[in-house]
Protein backbone atom coordinates (compact mmCIF):
# COMPACT_ATOMS: atom_id res chain seq x y z
CA UNK A 1 0.00 0.00 0.00
CA UNK A 2 2.54 2.31 1.10
CA UNK A 3 4.56 1.46 -2.57
CA UNK A 4 1.24 2.31 -4.42
CA UNK A 5 0.63 5.42 -2.79
CA UNK A 6 4.52 6.74 -3.42
CA UNK A 7 4.45 5.60 -7.36
CA UNK A 8 1.02 7.86 -7.44
CA UNK A 9 2.61 11.02 -5.42
CA UNK A 10 5.77 10.35 -8.22
CA UNK A 11 3.54 10.23 -11.08
CA UNK A 12 1.93 13.12 -10.08
CA UNK A 13 5.14 14.92 -9.09
CA UNK A 14 6.84 14.38 -12.67
CA UNK A 15 4.54 16.24 -14.56
CA UNK A 16 4.43 19.27 -12.35
CA UNK A 17 8.37 19.24 -12.23
CA UNK A 18 8.62 19.33 -16.03
CA UNK A 19 6.00 22.16 -15.96
CA UNK A 20 7.73 24.28 -13.78
CA UNK A 21 10.81 23.68 -15.73
CA UNK A 22 8.91 24.22 -19.15
CA UNK A 23 8.19 27.72 -17.03
CA UNK A 24 11.52 28.69 -16.21
CA UNK A 25 12.64 28.23 -19.72
CA UNK A 26 9.97 29.94 -21.22
CA UNK A 27 10.70 33.03 -19.49
CA UNK A 28 14.56 32.86 -19.87
CA UNK A 29 13.70 32.20 -23.81
CA UNK A 30 11.23 35.51 -23.80
CA UNK A 31 14.08 37.36 -22.58
CA UNK A 32 16.62 36.47 -24.94
CA UNK A 33 13.79 36.97 -27.29
CA UNK A 34 13.74 40.60 -26.49
CA UNK A 35 17.49 41.29 -26.14
CA UNK A 36 17.17 40.15 -29.84
CA UNK A 37 19.62 36.59 -28.73
CA UNK A 38 17.51 34.45 -32.00
CA UNK A 39 20.21 32.10 -32.13
CA UNK A 40 19.62 31.34 -28.00
CA UNK A 41 15.70 32.17 -27.95
CA UNK A 42 14.44 29.42 -30.51
CA UNK A 43 16.90 26.60 -28.87
CA UNK A 44 15.43 27.52 -25.71
CA UNK A 45 11.71 27.84 -26.94
CA UNK A 46 12.54 24.29 -29.10
CA UNK A 47 13.46 22.47 -25.26
CA UNK A 48 9.72 24.46 -23.54
CA UNK A 49 7.86 22.53 -26.63
CA UNK A 50 9.99 19.28 -25.89
CA UNK A 51 9.06 19.31 -22.04
CA UNK A 52 5.82 20.09 -22.59
CA UNK A 53 4.68 20.05 -26.17
CA UNK A 54 1.46 22.18 -27.34
CA UNK A 55 0.35 24.63 -29.76
CA UNK A 56 1.48 27.63 -27.50
CA UNK A 57 5.14 26.32 -27.38
CA UNK A 58 4.84 25.51 -31.06
CA UNK A 59 3.71 29.05 -31.89
CA UNK A 60 6.61 30.77 -29.46
CA UNK A 61 9.01 29.12 -31.79
CA UNK A 62 7.79 29.99 -35.10
CA UNK A 63 7.66 33.32 -33.90
CA UNK A 64 11.13 33.30 -32.94
CA UNK A 65 11.87 31.77 -36.08
CA UNK A 66 10.19 34.38 -37.91
CA UNK A 67 11.75 37.41 -35.74
CA UNK A 68 14.97 35.82 -36.69
CA UNK A 69 14.50 35.98 -40.45
CA UNK A 70 14.48 32.34 -40.62
CA UNK A 71 10.73 32.53 -42.90
CA UNK A 72 11.03 28.57 -43.58
CA UNK A 73 11.56 27.22 -40.27
CA UNK A 74 9.00 29.68 -38.95
CA UNK A 75 6.89 28.13 -41.83
CA UNK A 76 7.11 24.66 -40.69
CA UNK A 77 6.66 25.22 -36.91
CA UNK A 78 3.36 26.96 -37.93
CA UNK A 79 2.27 23.94 -40.13
CA UNK A 80 2.92 21.81 -37.04
CA UNK A 81 0.69 24.15 -34.69
CA UNK A 82 -1.77 24.46 -37.33
CA UNK A 83 -1.97 20.76 -37.63
CA UNK A 84 -2.12 19.90 -33.74
CA UNK A 85 -5.06 22.83 -33.51
CA UNK A 86 -6.95 21.19 -36.68
CA UNK A 87 -6.85 17.72 -34.72
CA UNK A 88 -7.91 19.37 -31.52
CA UNK A 89 -10.46 21.33 -33.06
CA UNK A 90 -8.84 24.16 -31.08
CA UNK A 91 -10.08 28.19 -31.63
CA UNK A 92 -6.67 29.22 -32.54
CA UNK A 93 -6.47 26.94 -35.72
CA UNK A 94 -8.01 29.65 -38.34
CA UNK A 95 -5.43 32.36 -36.64
CA UNK A 96 -2.81 30.24 -37.55
CA UNK A 97 -3.66 29.57 -40.97
CA UNK A 98 -3.92 33.34 -41.71
CA UNK A 99 -0.51 33.66 -40.15
CA UNK A 100 0.74 31.17 -42.22
CA UNK A 101 -0.76 32.87 -45.35
CA UNK A 102 0.99 36.15 -44.69
CA UNK A 103 4.20 34.53 -44.42
CA UNK A 104 3.86 31.82 -47.11
CA UNK A 105 4.91 34.68 -50.05
CA UNK A 106 7.80 36.20 -48.20
CA UNK A 107 9.20 32.43 -47.77
CA UNK A 108 12.11 31.98 -50.83
CA UNK A 109 11.55 28.89 -53.18
CA UNK A 110 15.26 26.63 -54.59
CA UNK A 111 13.69 24.06 -57.03
CA UNK A 112 17.04 21.93 -57.81
CA UNK A 113 17.02 19.96 -61.62
CA UNK A 114 19.30 17.18 -62.73
CA UNK A 115 19.91 17.67 -66.58
CA UNK A 116 17.57 15.59 -69.01
CA UNK A 117 17.89 11.94 -69.15
CA UNK A 118 19.64 11.90 -65.94
CA UNK A 119 18.45 9.68 -63.29
CA UNK A 120 18.94 10.45 -59.56
CA UNK A 121 20.13 6.88 -58.76
CA UNK A 122 23.87 7.04 -57.42
CA UNK A 123 24.04 10.53 -57.04
CA UNK A 124 24.90 12.21 -53.50
CA UNK A 125 23.33 15.85 -53.58
CA UNK A 126 23.13 18.38 -50.30
CA UNK A 127 21.42 21.97 -49.64
CA UNK A 128 23.31 23.11 -46.74
CA UNK A 129 24.83 20.27 -45.34
CA UNK A 130 21.37 18.27 -45.62
CA UNK A 131 20.65 15.26 -47.87
CA UNK A 132 18.19 16.53 -51.20
CA UNK A 133 15.80 13.46 -51.11
CA UNK A 134 15.32 11.63 -54.64
CA UNK A 135 11.73 13.20 -55.32
CA UNK A 136 12.60 16.60 -54.64
CA UNK A 137 14.57 17.29 -57.58
CA UNK A 138 12.11 19.44 -60.34
CA UNK A 139 10.40 20.57 -57.33
CA UNK A 140 10.28 24.11 -55.14
CA UNK A 141 11.60 23.91 -51.85
CA UNK A 142 11.25 26.27 -48.77
CA UNK A 143 14.34 27.67 -47.92
CA UNK A 144 15.35 30.85 -45.56
CA UNK A 145 16.32 34.20 -47.03
CA UNK A 146 19.96 33.90 -47.70
CA UNK A 147 23.44 31.92 -49.26
CA UNK A 148 22.66 28.87 -49.72
CA UNK A 149 25.25 26.02 -50.64
CA UNK A 150 24.74 22.70 -52.98
CA UNK A 151 27.38 20.47 -53.28
CA UNK A 152 27.02 16.65 -55.42
CA UNK A 153 29.01 14.12 -56.41
CA UNK A 154 29.30 12.51 -59.41
CA UNK A 155 31.44 10.43 -61.09
CA UNK A 156 33.66 10.64 -58.52
CA UNK A 157 34.06 14.73 -59.19
CA UNK A 158 32.94 16.97 -55.95
CA UNK A 159 31.19 20.39 -57.43
CA UNK A 160 29.47 23.05 -55.15
CA UNK A 161 27.12 25.79 -56.01
CA UNK A 162 26.00 28.96 -53.89
CA UNK A 163 23.11 30.15 -54.64
CA UNK A 164 21.74 33.60 -53.01
CA UNK A 165 17.79 34.30 -51.88
CA UNK A 166 15.79 37.18 -50.93
CA UNK A 167 12.30 37.25 -48.95
CA UNK A 168 9.73 36.31 -52.06
CA UNK A 169 12.57 35.32 -53.88
CA UNK A 170 12.53 32.27 -56.23
CA UNK A 171 15.67 30.64 -58.50
CA UNK A 172 16.13 27.42 -60.32
CA UNK A 173 19.43 25.62 -60.22
CA UNK A 174 20.17 23.01 -63.33
CA UNK A 175 23.41 21.06 -61.88
CA UNK A 176 26.13 20.39 -63.92
CA UNK A 177 26.74 16.21 -64.10
CA UNK A 178 29.98 15.23 -65.63
CA UNK A 179 29.10 13.40 -68.98
CA UNK A 180 31.07 10.19 -68.67
CA UNK A 181 34.04 10.23 -72.13
CA UNK A 182 32.89 7.53 -74.82
CA UNK A 183 35.63 6.23 -76.65
CA UNK A 184 34.83 6.25 -80.33
CA UNK A 185 33.64 3.70 -82.12
CA UNK A 186 35.91 1.32 -84.49
CA UNK A 187 34.68 -1.24 -87.17
CA UNK A 188 36.95 -4.19 -87.67
CA UNK A 189 38.43 -4.65 -90.52
CA UNK A 190 36.88 -7.57 -92.22
CA UNK A 191 38.84 -9.54 -94.81
CA UNK A 192 36.66 -12.10 -96.78
CA UNK A 193 38.41 -14.72 -98.52
CA UNK A 194 37.37 -16.88 -101.81
CA UNK A 195 35.55 -20.19 -100.85
CA UNK A 196 38.12 -22.70 -101.61
CA UNK A 197 39.12 -25.97 -99.84
CA UNK A 198 40.42 -25.69 -96.81
CA UNK A 199 44.50 -26.27 -97.20
CA UNK A 200 47.49 -25.74 -95.05
CA UNK A 201 48.56 -21.91 -95.01
CA UNK A 202 52.37 -21.22 -96.53
CA UNK A 203 54.80 -19.67 -94.41
CA UNK A 204 55.03 -16.81 -96.98
CA UNK A 205 51.16 -16.82 -96.72
CA UNK A 206 50.88 -16.08 -93.05
CA UNK A 207 53.63 -13.84 -93.21
CA UNK A 208 51.80 -11.27 -95.48
CA UNK A 209 48.58 -11.70 -93.50
CA UNK A 210 49.85 -10.79 -89.88
CA UNK A 211 51.56 -7.53 -91.74
CA UNK A 212 47.72 -7.05 -92.91
CA UNK A 213 46.68 -7.46 -89.61
CA UNK A 214 49.30 -5.18 -87.67
CA UNK A 215 49.38 -2.57 -89.93
CA UNK A 216 45.77 -2.49 -89.93
CA UNK A 217 45.46 -2.17 -86.41
CA UNK A 218 48.11 0.86 -86.48
CA UNK A 219 46.45 2.20 -88.81
CA UNK A 220 42.78 2.53 -87.02
CA UNK A 221 44.78 3.28 -83.93
CA UNK A 222 46.09 6.39 -86.04
CA UNK A 223 42.34 7.39 -86.73
CA UNK A 224 41.75 7.15 -82.44
CA UNK A 225 44.56 8.90 -81.78
CA UNK A 226 43.31 11.95 -84.83
CA UNK A 227 39.68 11.97 -83.35
CA UNK A 228 41.11 12.51 -79.89
CA UNK A 229 43.69 15.16 -80.81
CA UNK A 230 40.52 16.99 -82.26
CA UNK A 231 38.33 16.61 -79.43
CA UNK A 232 40.91 17.59 -76.96
CA UNK A 233 41.69 20.80 -79.38
CA UNK A 234 37.77 21.83 -79.41
CA UNK A 235 37.63 21.57 -75.30
CA UNK A 236 41.05 23.30 -75.25
CA UNK A 237 39.63 26.08 -77.52
CA UNK A 238 36.24 26.33 -76.08
CA UNK A 239 37.89 26.55 -72.02
CA UNK A 240 40.35 29.18 -73.53
CA UNK A 241 37.52 31.64 -74.69
CA UNK A 242 34.36 30.80 -72.20
CA UNK A 243 36.62 30.43 -68.87
CA UNK A 244 39.64 32.15 -69.31
CA UNK A 245 39.27 35.21 -71.70
CA UNK A 246 41.60 34.43 -74.15
CA UNK A 247 44.37 33.89 -71.83
CA UNK A 248 46.04 30.94 -70.32
CA UNK A 249 46.92 32.37 -67.33
CA UNK A 250 43.14 33.93 -66.71
CA UNK A 251 41.53 31.27 -66.24
CA UNK A 252 38.90 30.51 -63.71
CA UNK A 253 38.43 27.51 -61.50
CA UNK A 254 36.26 25.89 -64.18
CA UNK A 255 38.73 26.56 -66.99
CA UNK A 256 41.45 25.39 -65.20
CA UNK A 257 40.26 22.02 -64.81
CA UNK A 258 38.80 21.75 -68.80
CA UNK A 259 41.77 22.98 -70.23
CA UNK A 260 43.95 20.01 -67.88
CA UNK A 261 41.51 17.65 -68.68
CA UNK A 262 41.79 18.92 -72.35
CA UNK A 263 45.77 18.38 -72.19
CA UNK A 264 45.38 15.02 -70.72
CA UNK A 265 43.20 13.89 -73.44
CA UNK A 266 46.29 15.35 -76.02
CA UNK A 267 48.87 13.15 -74.07
CA UNK A 268 46.85 10.07 -74.62
CA UNK A 269 46.50 10.70 -78.58
CA UNK A 270 50.05 11.12 -78.75
CA UNK A 271 51.08 8.08 -76.85
CA UNK A 272 48.24 5.97 -79.18
CA UNK A 273 49.82 7.74 -82.38
CA UNK A 274 53.03 6.28 -81.82
CA UNK A 275 51.88 2.97 -80.57
CA UNK A 276 49.68 2.92 -84.12
CA UNK A 277 52.75 4.36 -86.18
CA UNK A 278 55.19 1.33 -84.43
CA UNK A 279 52.15 -0.70 -85.61
CA UNK A 280 51.74 0.19 -88.98
CA UNK A 281 55.28 0.25 -89.47
CA UNK A 282 55.78 -3.21 -88.37
CA UNK A 283 53.32 -4.42 -90.25
CA UNK A 284 55.11 -3.09 -93.45
CA UNK A 285 58.15 -4.90 -92.77
CA UNK A 286 56.52 -8.31 -92.21
CA UNK A 287 54.22 -7.28 -95.45
CA UNK A 288 57.55 -6.49 -97.47
CA UNK A 289 59.97 -9.11 -95.87
CA UNK A 290 57.52 -11.96 -96.50
CA UNK A 291 58.50 -14.56 -99.13
CA UNK A 292 57.06 -13.67 -102.89
CA UNK A 293 54.71 -16.56 -103.47
CA UNK A 294 51.97 -16.01 -105.25
CA UNK A 295 48.62 -18.30 -104.84
CA UNK A 296 46.45 -18.68 -107.47
CA UNK A 297 43.98 -16.70 -105.95
CA UNK A 298 44.68 -14.18 -103.20
CA UNK A 299 43.18 -10.64 -101.71
CA UNK A 300 45.19 -8.63 -99.69
CA UNK A 301 44.65 -5.36 -97.79
CA UNK A 302 47.98 -3.51 -97.01
CA UNK A 303 48.76 0.21 -95.83
CA UNK A 304 50.46 2.67 -97.40
CA UNK A 305 52.43 5.39 -96.28
CA UNK A 306 53.85 8.20 -98.77
CA UNK A 307 55.12 11.66 -98.09
CA UNK A 308 51.66 12.88 -98.38
CA UNK A 309 50.36 10.92 -95.33
CA UNK A 310 49.15 7.59 -95.47
CA UNK A 311 46.22 5.04 -96.73
CA UNK A 312 45.33 1.42 -97.06
CA UNK A 313 45.75 -0.46 -100.26
CA UNK A 314 43.06 -3.01 -101.39
CA UNK A 315 44.24 -5.73 -104.36
CA UNK A 316 44.35 -9.32 -105.22
CA UNK A 317 45.60 -11.79 -107.92
CA UNK A 318 43.61 -14.09 -109.86
Given at each position: ?R????L????????A?????A?????K?????A???Y???C????????L??????????????E?W?????????????E???DES??K??P?????L???D?????????LP?K???????V?LDG????????G?????????H?????A?????S?????E???????????P?????????P??????????R??????????????????????????G?LT???????N???A?????S???????????T????????????I?II????????????????????E???????????D????????G?
Amino acid sequence: MRWSALLVVLAVAQPALAETKADALFKKGKQQLAEKKYSLACVTFEKVDRLDPGIGAKLNVAKCYEEWGKLAKAYRWYSDAEKMADESSDKRGPKIKELLEALDSDIPRLTIKLPPKVEPAGLTVKLDGAVVAADAFGSEQRVDPGSHVIEYEANGEKKSKTVPLERGGSTEVTLEIPKRVVKPKVDPIVVIPPKTEPRPEPPSRARLIAGIAIGSAGVAALGVAGYLTLDARGSYNDALATHCMGSTNMCSDEGVRITGDARGRANTATVIAIIGAAAVAGGVVLFVTAPKRRPETMVYLAPAIGSDGGGIVLGGGF
